[in-house]
């Protein structure tokens, strides 16, 4: 109920946020009505789809039935909100050859301490789900680990690689972190998001693309970069890979190969080097590597 | 503290052993006092440990210092424990707990023995190693702990405390105050409010004192620059996200952030960003919640994972949008939930009852105690004019901790609804009309000196005073009527010996059990707070087994060994050998805890004569340990029977009812007492069944409103303060029951409260001595136990819930809305839970208790 | 001291700047000469000087501002409408968050935020009479009958 009210509420503010004729001035309203001016501003970032401060606005934790504008200034996405396929009542289990997974990863870990599965279990469980947890995924698990359920739940809203939300086959992670950035990390996202015609963190209407955004992936000599995790195919096909040194085009053209059902190279997509060697070739060590200096013992 | 009257050791020798048990934080200043008597310098140590008992009865919830041992060092405390049993200077060859020297010695104390030499040398721990006599008598580190001392240097004042203990406990044992949100004393420790930041030398940086161990030598500073700083540092991060509302919240004025901000807090921030805003949870018709207020502490967490058993709250999400929640729409089902509104450092949570009805500044209190189970919590009842307002836990380690059931905490709504403020007589006409006290009093009298004694009963009801069953008793004598009987202790006839119908382990010394067996009792519905106490145990790691016959589908909180819920299976266990049997005899100090509901069955002595079997057995009553059980239900039960307001010799079990029945306050199974033509009187202060019945009404007190004493059900007598007026033309209870008697012919020979309170000590020597428990060694083994044969057969039935619904066991938490609402509600949670397979807590089944991590 | 040096020099000042009988004129229409019998009033009007006024409330008091020669914090002051028994709570809230210099705007400069459940301003009522008290509930003169009938308990009723 109160849920309903917030939201319903904020929808009246972004609706009269929006009308500019109606936007009093900002500073002087602050200082009468602090909280209403916070969803008014809430809603005007969200309004423009490059408020990009880069904070807590990652993936799949958004698709999760708000709009975008509660993400700065409101705690509301760590929330499971009750949708059809997303309940108490719907049910999930792991497919037999994933219980094996299972059997096989918890026995990395002592009996009294299998509770150290959770993030394996809940990962297994995400690419079984078309990359995302339903409730009853994370009660599954908690199940399965003798654990209480909130300490499941705790966890998946910690990380925000666990999509509590509906999201496309294929992740979009582009990497915003600061080498990326000035390597023009910004013009890939926007290529995307021009491409797609989505904004971060949303899904496009044939369900195949979802725009996340993601901290540095550690390929920080091929930036820019982009990951993609590849849910189309369950656990068995999952994929996650890397695609690097990229321009605003070819990040379109793997898209678009993407969407053909193929298999595009990961990898530099637009230099001929191989991972992270210099582009043309190696640039040092190119001899014979020297032997180590010995002295000659005998000259002593 | 005083003497063993000479009366009653005359009247127990050779019986019973008497051991004076005290009130462990007095513990320490009572072993000061008979130790500096027998030192013969007692002066200024006993003025200073009189200080030390005022102090300790402080209404503080915050006490910071007081539970230092029972929560950091159980663990070391206990091998201390077991080093100092092997030690051959101790009586006690059996591990002694403190408790029990402590009583050893009070025992012996000059006025009983004035000759004798101390059962026990005075231990030189009792007087710290550096030789002088300790000045801080607040200072509740065990003496068994002072043997491993270490030295720390706070401010440059050197303190002396255990190993293990963190800089924070040296600060508070050193008297310095350390400003701290997240950690409490009973909880685990975080280190997530950072407020708690001091200065020790050579460290580069500021420390989190909470988490800190102190090292031999260090040198703690807390009133440097760099402290101030830190901690005004860490106070404008806190206030970032808190909303400026302290004047709608309720929690404004006794704030933990408030205060600190008062004094660590700036007049302006440097923020200028938005505050973020976060979503209001439901936890439930008890617990309000703005969680925007939320600083993030986890003491709500900790409290429901640690103590209350019920993992339903966690942390949710990370960074800027971390929060406290549940994640999906749910109540929180525990019993003991409205402890967090005291924990709440914030105004996060807070109380729906209590929400905008008062400022805590506008309220007065007295200190009362909880009639709301047999338990008799310390409470605080808090009042506006003539209104109760809230009650809430006041703070005494041997009973309720600091800790307060929803029940007893939330049902002061019942106070205000349903009351009789008239006296009622039930006219030709078949309705009860409006009357006067004359009227009403005249009435009953006739009914009662129209038939003979044997004619009338007399049934004390759940929430009755040891003063008014005083003056019920004495009534009846006067009238010749013998049958008395005890609403919701039915079952129990023969008071004769104490200990059969006494928690005779204690509550507090439950702890020190290591095996428990939980006979036909539903603790968590009876005893929210033994059960606390039991958790616990279980979670220090003394208490390692614990079995229960009784119930099914008891969800305990703690891992436990269901055996059967017949008694059947309870006579499985009497062999000896196998499974828990093996456990109990093998335990060195094990403990049986019988429910009251048990003794309620037909088959009562049969089970008892069971129970007995397994006691000897197991050998539950040692020398210096009685761990055999019965666990009372109401607040009235324990006086009632220690004031042997039980059925005299000539009543026949099977009579029919009584022609003329007077009801102190009883309410419930009145079909057993009360005939088609009974009379019924009714004296109490709601109108429920009785009063629907009755054909006099006659309106009484209820607990807030009379100085009245209550016997809990370790036998610890202890005495409620009125707070507010009675309602209307109602009286104290034993002024009517003496009015009453003055009209009937029989009059009362008391005129004053103090003068029944001589008459109930001349019945009952113990009731004089207010908190204090006196134990004895004999248990319930030794009375006559019944003979196999005449006990009769065990049936078949279950056993059943003794207290069905927790919310609602008297007749106030009956008239109470906010118990009413607690009823459905969470009623209805717990059929989503079984129907949903909820997990609260860790899948004990399936580990071993023994396998569990430290904690 | 001080205080009259001030005064003496903001009266030479002005009738310097406009001649001695427009001084006179103005301070009579101005409120100067009332000023003289009230202490309170003298001081805002003589001891702080001419202010500029800044605007005026629905009840006719009157918000000045002197921003040059004057300590901040003290630059802005009002004049209230009843010269004989003035009550600080006659300021709206819309005027008190500019005199207490919470906010630099002034009601007229600002569109108003007025949300569905605020009240309109009345000032104190006390003395005014019973009706316009406050009573606790119980009270015999409590506003509505409801209040008036509230008891602290509930009786029992028997059926």
């Known amino acids: 109920m109160w849920r309903l009210l917030v939201k319903h509420s904020a929808e009246a503010v972004t609706r009269v946020a929006t009308s500019p004729a109606q936007l009093p001035c900002n500073r002087t309203l602050s200082s009468l009505v602090p909280i209403v001016q916070d969803r008014i501003v809430t809603a005007i970032s969200a309004a423009s789809p490059y408020h990009s401060d880069g904070d807590c606005s990652c993936s799949g934790s958004g698709s999760n039935g708000f709009s975008a504008s509660f993400k700065k200034y409101s705690t509301l996405s760590n929330l499971h909100k009750d949708t059809p396929d997303n309940n108490l009542k719907t049910s999930f289990d792991f497919t037999p050859a994933n219980y094996k997974k299972i059997e096989e990863i918890l026995s990395h870990y002592p ?129 996650y890979h890397y695609y690097e040194d990229l321009t605003p085009d070819s990040v379109v053209a793997i898209v678009e190969a993407l969407r053909k059902g193929e298999k595009p190279k990961a990898g530099p997509q637009t230099t001929d080097r191989i991972r992270s060697a210099p582009e043309g070739g190696p640039k040092t060590l190119l001899s014979e590597p020297k032997p180590p200096k010995f002295r000659d013992l005998s000259q002593v | 503290m005083g003497p063993l009257s000479g009366a009653l050791s005359g009247h127990l020798r050779g019986q019973l052993a008497l051991i004076n048990r005290s009130k462990s934080k007095d513990a320490c200043s009572l072993l000061y006092r008979s130790v500096s008597s027998f030192c013969g310098d ?92 300790p000045v801080k008598l607040h200072s509740i580190i065990p003496d068994e702990l002072k043997k491993d001392m270490i030295e720390v240097f706070v401010d440059g004042q050197a303190v002396n405390l255990p190993k293990g203990m963190t800089v924070l406990q040296a600060c508070d044992e050193a008297g310095v105050d350390i400003p701290r949100f997240c950690y409490h004393p009973r909880l685990s420790i975080a280190g997530n409010c950072r407020m708690c930041l001091v200065e020790v030398e050579k460290s580069p940086k500021p ?267 004495d009534f009846m004598a006067r009238l010749n009527s013998q049958r008395l009987y005890i609403e ?54 003394t208490l390692r087994d614990i079995a229960a016959v009784g119930p099914a589908d008891m969800d305990l909180t703690y891992p436990h060994e269901h055996l059967g819920d017949k008694a059947q299976d309870l006579s499985k266990l009497t062999s000896g050998k196998g499974g828990f049997a093996e456990t109990l005899a093998k335990a060195e100090r094990p403990a049986i805890i019988v429910g009251a509901g048990v003794l309620r069955r037909p088959d009562r002595d049969a089970i008892l004569g069971v129970v007995d079997r397994i006691a000897k057995q197991a050998g539950v009553i040692k020398e210096d340990w009685n761990g055999l059980n019965v666990l009372q239900l109401t607040a009235s039960s324990t006086g009632a029977l220690d004031l042997g307001f039980v059925p005299g010799p000539g009543v026949k079990k099977d009579a029919p009812p009584a022609k003329v029945v007077y009801l102190l306050g009883a309410d419930e199974g009145l079909s057993k007492f009360v005939g088609e033509d009974s009379f019924v009187i009714y004296q109490g202060h709601h ?169 | 001291m001080a205080g009259a040096l001030k005064v003496l020099r903001h009266v030479y000042d002005r009738i310097r700047g406009q001649g001695i009988k427009e001084t006179f004129v103005k301070a009579k229409d101005q409120g100067f000469i009332n000023s003289l019998l009230d202490g309170n009033l003298f001081e805002t009007k ?45 300021v709206p809230p819309e005027w008190h968050g500019w005199l207490h210099y919470i906010t630099d705007y002034t009601p007229s400069e600002i569109q108003a935020f007025t949300p569905f459940y605020s009240k309109e301003h009345k000032a104190n009522q006390t003395g005014k009479g019973a009706e316009h008290i406050y009573h606790p509930k119980g009270h015999f003169q409590a506003k509505d009958d409801k209040r008036t009938r509230w008891q602290r308990v509930e009786p029992w009723k028997p059926t």
């Open chain 2, 207 to 473: 420390v989190a004192s909470c988490a800190m161990p102190a090292m031999p030598g260090m040198k703690i500073k807390t009133d440097t620059p760099l402290v101030k700083k830190a901690r005004e540092g860490v106070m404008e991060f806190l206030l970032l996200n808190h909303p400026l509302d302290c004047p709608i919240c309720d929690q404004g004025g006794e704030c933990d952030l408030q205060d600190q901000a008062m004094v660590f807090g700036s007049d302006r921030g440097r923020f200028t960003d938005m505050k973020r805003s976060v979503v209001d949870k439901h936890l439930g018709p008890l617990i309000k919640t703005v969680m925007t207020r939320c600083i993030h502490c986890t003491r709500c967490v900790r409290y429901a994972t640690e103590i209350a058993g019920v993992e339903d709250l966690g942390v949710l999400g990370r960074g800027n949008a971390e929060e406290i929640g549940t994640y999906v729409d749910r109540l929180s089902t525990s019993e003991v939930s409205g402890n967090v509104i005291d924990l709440c450092p914030v105004g996060a949570l807070t109380s729906k009852p209590y929400a905008f009805t008062a400022r805590n500044w506008e309220l007065a209190n007295k200190e009362s105690i909880d009639v709301s189970d047999a338990l008799g919590a310390n409470i605080r009842v808090d009042h506006r004019g003539p209104e109760v307002m809230r009650v809430v836990p006041r703070l005494n380690e041997d009973v309720n901790e600091e800790w307060l059931t929803d029940k007893g905490r939330f049902m002061y709504d019942g106070l205000k609804r349903q009351r009789l403020a008239l006296p009622y007589v039930r006219g030709p006409d078949g309705r009860l009309q409006p009357s006067d006290w004359q009227g009403a009093l005249q009435e009953a009298a006739r009914a009662l000196t129209s038939v003979p004694g044997e004619e009338i009963a007399a049934v004390v009801g759940k929430l009755a005073d040891v003063e008014s069953i005083t003056a019920l008793k």
């Open chain 2, 687 to 855: 109108g429920d069944q009785g009063a629907s019945r009755a054909n006099v009404v006659l309106p009484g007190a209820a607990y807030t409103e009379k100085e009245a004493t209550y016997v809990n059900t370790e036998g610890r007598p202890q005495r409620t303060m009125a707070a507010v007026p009675v309602p209307g033309n109602a009286r104290e209870d034993w002024k009517i029951l003496r009015a009453l008697s003055e009209i009937a012919g029989v009059q009362l020979p008391y005129d004053t409260t103090d003068a029944v309170r001589r008459r109930a000590a001349e019945i009952a020597p113990q009731l004089e001595r207010l908190e204090e428990v006196e134990v004895s060694e004999v248990s319930m083994a030794a009375r006559t136990a019944p003979s196999k044969a005449s006990a009769g057969p065990l049936l078949k039935e279950p056993f059943t819930r003794a207290v069905p619904n927790f919310y609602m066991t008297d007749p106030i938490s009956r008239a109470s809305q906010t118990m009413a609402r607690c009823t459905s509600m969470f009623k209805s949670q717990k059929e989503v839970d079984a129907q949903e397979d909820w997990l609260l807590h860790a899948d004990w089944g399936k580990q071993k208790a023994a396998k569990q991590p430290a904690l």
């Open chain 2, 42 to 133: 007692s002066a200024p140590t006993d003025e200073q440990a009189d200080e030390g008992v005022g102090g300790s009865r402080q209404p503080s919830i915050e006490s910071s210092t007081t539970n230092l041992a029972s929560t950091k060092s159980v663990q070391q405390r206990r091998s201390l424990l077991e080093k100092l049993a092997s030690d051959s200077t101790f009586v006690g060859a059996s591990v002694a707990s403190r408790r029990q020297q402590v009583r050893r010695n009070s025992t012996a104390s000059p006025a009983t023995a004035p000759q004798s030499p101390p059962t026990v040398p005075p231990s030189t721990s009792t007087v710290a190693p550096t030789g002088r006599v």
């Open chain 1, 111 to 239: 009996a009294n301490y299998k509770q150290s599965a959770v993030i394996p279990l809940l990962d297994l469980a995400q690419q079984q789900n078309e990359g995302w947890l339903p409730v009853a995924a994370m009660n599954k698990i908690a199940k399965i680990l003798g654990m209480p359920y909130i300490r499941v739940y705790e966890v998946a809203t910690f990380y925000t690689m666990f999509n509590r939300g509906k999201i496309g086959r294929y992740h979009l992670l582009v990497c915003g972190t600061t080498p990326c950035m000035l390597r023009g990390s910004r013009e890939i996202e926007a290529a995307l998001i021009e491409h797609l015609g989505i904004a971060r963190g949303e899904t496009s209407k044939d369900g195949l693309f979802t725009i996340g955004e993601m901290e540095c992936m550690g390929s920080c000599v091929n930036a820019p970069m982009i990951a993609v995790a590849d849910y189309s195919a369950g656990s068995e096909g999952y994929s």
């Open chain 2, 488 to 541: 919701g202790a039915e079952g129990q006839e023969n008071a004769d010996i104490r200990p059969s119908y006494l928690f005779n382990t204690g509550i507090a010394a439950l702890e020190d059990a290591d095996a428990v067996l939980l006979v036909g009792t539903d603790l968590r519905s009876e005893a929210p707070l033994l059960n606390v106490r039991l958790r616990k145990a279980f979670r220090a790691g």
């Open chain 3, 46 to 90: 003589v001891l702080k000087g001419e202010g500029k006024l800044v605007g005026e409330d629905k009840l006719g008091n009157k918000y000045y501002e002197r921003l040059t020669d004057t300590q901040f914090g003290r630059h802005r002051w009002v004049e209230y409408k009843d010269n004989t028994s003035y009550n600080a709570s006659t």
